[in-house]
């Protein structure tokens, strides 16, 4: 099973996350557990205070060393060495590759930044630094989210469909963006689904769902086109 630990100074951020997602549903059916620390817990002063000034000026404040080395070192179990990922938009790029790879993983934490972000030394907590896309947000809790989203839909048992209901997405086993897909009606407002479709014939549907990746990712990601 996955624990997943998100340390973070804004823990109420994460209500709606573990209240209404995907993954309160894996919690409640026991695919993983997921523990929000709040970071000022392991603050020294009576302000609770995790950042300070940066040495050789600059604006902005930056997180602190105290706090983070002794909040992520509370969640580690002796000899035990799980993966912490550090949420920066200066890190390697968040794909699917990175959360199947974080779904075969037993502890993952997550480490979230705020202000102008972390004193350089606590990135030597993390074994993955990853940004969710070239943008700055005020704080990785949004970050944190997104990765634990795509990475808890990803456990055994937590989509109806199985793995099936994953392979044939977007960046899924082929790498390709996915095909686009229809519901009832078969005809709204004069915009019809693809005769195929219909067909019910299962080699035909296919062969033009992999047709119609391969064009939409052309299209709209040349970048994936192998
Ligand atoms: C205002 S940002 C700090 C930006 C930092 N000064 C820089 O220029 O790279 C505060 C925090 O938000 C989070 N964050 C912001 N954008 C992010 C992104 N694209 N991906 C992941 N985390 C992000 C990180 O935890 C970061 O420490």
Known sequence: ML????ISVQ??????FLEESIVARAVKKGAC?????????????????????PYGGGPGMLMMCGPWFEAVESRLAPGE????VMTTPAGRRFDQRAAEELSRETHVVFMCGHYEGFDARIETLATDRFSIGDFVMTGGEL????????????LPGV????????????????????????????DFRGMKVPDV???????R?????????????SKERPDLEN
């Open 11 to 16: 823990p109420r951020m994460f209500r709606g």
């Open 33 to 53: 557990v997921v523990n929000i620390i709040d970071l000022r817990d392991f603050a020294h002063d009576v302000h609770r205070k995790v950042d300070d000034k």
């Open 197 to 203: 479709l219909l067909s019910g014939d299962h080699a």
């Open 143 to 154: 970050a944190a989210a997104a990765m634990a989203d795509a990475t808890v839909r990803l």
């Open 205 to 217: 549907i296919d062969a033009w769902r992999r047709a119609q990746a391969r064009i939409i990712t």
């Open 159 to 186: 989509l109806g469909g199985g793995p099936a209901a994953t392979a044939n997405e977007s960046f899924g086993r082929e790498g390709l963006l996915e095909a686009p897909q229809y519901t009832h009606p078969a």
């Open 81 to 84: 060495r799980p993966r912490v």
């Open 3 to 6: 624990t997943i630990d998100i």
